[in-house]
């Protein structure tokens, strides 16, 4: 199911919260690499985690579903 960002879209072109096949148009893959108030999650951490950064990032652009 892709669903629209309903917290927004950071600015991403046709921003979906998971777009398969594009990590690029994903909030949520968008929001695991900033730090700040569009932080995900956005407490807890005052760092980007690469590893799980590219965990997600791998299974967007696998097309996830």
Known sequence: MLVP???GDLGL???LIVAP???EAS???ERMRR???ER???LGSGVVHSEAERVIGE???SGAD
């Open 27 to 29: 909030v949520l893959w």
């Open 40 to 42: 995900m999650p956005p």
């Open 35 to 37: 730090l700040g108030s």
């Open 13 to 15: 072109p046709g921003a």
């Open 59 to 61: 299974w967007i652009d």
């Open 5 to 7: 960002p309903s917290a």
């Open 21 to 23: 096949g594009s990590k």
